[in-house]
């Protein structure tokens, strides 16, 4: 769901231009659905991870966390930022999506774990639409005509997109 309302609103701060994403976790929750309702162009703004514990490159706009006790939004540099729950930034920030293994040549056939291992995703990750169309309607940015035709086109088309 955090992710489905940041998109909402990296669409609005865009201002209709082109987003371009860093490989990694960020591109893999934003670049498709960005690249499907942006349009492309060489005028395009940056999407970067800004934060503690990351390095202060000052971006157009920056994914930020929020606090997770007070809700106070990260402050940086950026031209705009989009604030995120912290254990999603969290993820999107540190996760290096490598895959336990026992260091030696694994548990012996006799052993039975009690414990499975962690489900792995069995389809491309894709934000959720509903949360996305209500914040975007929430948006004062959304009554802009090139926002109002993509909320208009996902709300029509939202089970043909491949974003969603």
Not at 48 to 57: D, N
Not at 75 to 86: F, K, N, S
Not at 125 to 131: A, E, L, M
Request: with cysteine; hydrophobic share 45%; net charge neutral.
């Amino acid at each position: 769901m955090a992710i489905a309302a940041a998109l909402a609103y990296l669409l609005a701060l865009s201002g209709g231009k082109q987003v371009v994403v860093p490989d990694g976790p960020v591109a893999e929750a934003f670049r498709k659905a960005l690249d499907t309702l942006l349009p492309t162009g060489p005028s395009a703004r940056e999407l970067v991870l800004a934060g503690p514990g990351l390095s202060a490159v000052v971006p157009d706009i920056a994914l930020v966390p929020r606090h997770p006790q007070t809700g106070e939004v990260w402050q940086c540099g950026a031209g705009a930022v989009v604030p995120l729950a912290t254990d999603v930034w969290m993820y999107l920030a540190f996760n290096d999506d490598r895959r336990l293994a026992p260091a030696t040549a694994g548990m012996p056939d006799i052993v039975r774990r009690d414990d499975p291992p962690p489900l792995l995703p069995w389809k491309p990750f894709r934000p959720d639409p509903d949360v996305f169309l209500r914040t975007l309607a929430r948006l004062p940015a959304a009554q802009e005509p090139w926002l109002r035709a993509i909320y208009d086109h996902v709300k029509d088309h939202r089970y043909s997109l491949p974003c969603f």
